[in-house]
């Protein structure tokens, strides 16, 4: 699965940025789709998941109630709103895709695209 990213910016803090993602090759096995982050310094953090088999999506605590992900799974495409945004969500942003939410660390990576957000 080929992964491209798309959106990245410099924001101020308070503000908004869409991050859109594209995947081709996907296959049947690859229902969800989602977004990991890592910052200078920091391990690789899960931000959204979503899985297009129930529609379920799942957050990481520090995003919830800021970020929201969403898509179309005919296109295989799959987006990330981010709102509300502060200099801790600094990071280079990764769509990635595989069989569930909880497997999509193991799946497949796009390269990332840098969101930066001053204070």
């Known amino acids: 699965v080929r992964l491209t990213e798309s959106g990245r910016g410099l924001v101020q803090t308070g503000g908004s940025l869409r991050l859109s993602c594209t995947a081709s090759?996907?296959?049947?096995?690859?229902?969800?789709m989602g977004w990991f982050r890592q910052a200078p310094g920091k391990e690789r953090e899960f931000v959204a998941g979503?899985?297009?088999?129930?529609?379920?999506?799942a957050y990481g605590d520090s995003v919830k109630g800021r970020f929201a992900i969403s898509g179309d799974d005919a296109k295989s495409t799959v987006s990330l709103q981010m709102n509300a945004l502060t200099p801790e969500d600094t990071a280079v942003y990764y769509c990635?895709?595989?069989?569930?939410?909880?497997?999509?660390?193991?799946?497949?990576w796009g390269q990332g695209t840098q969101v930066t957000v001053s204070s």
């Open positions: 990635t895709a595989g069989i569930s939410i909880p497997a999509l660390y193991f799946g497949s």
């Open positions: 090759g996907r296959t049947s096995r690859d229902r969800a």
């Open positions: 979503v899985d297009w088999s129930d529609f379920d999506t």
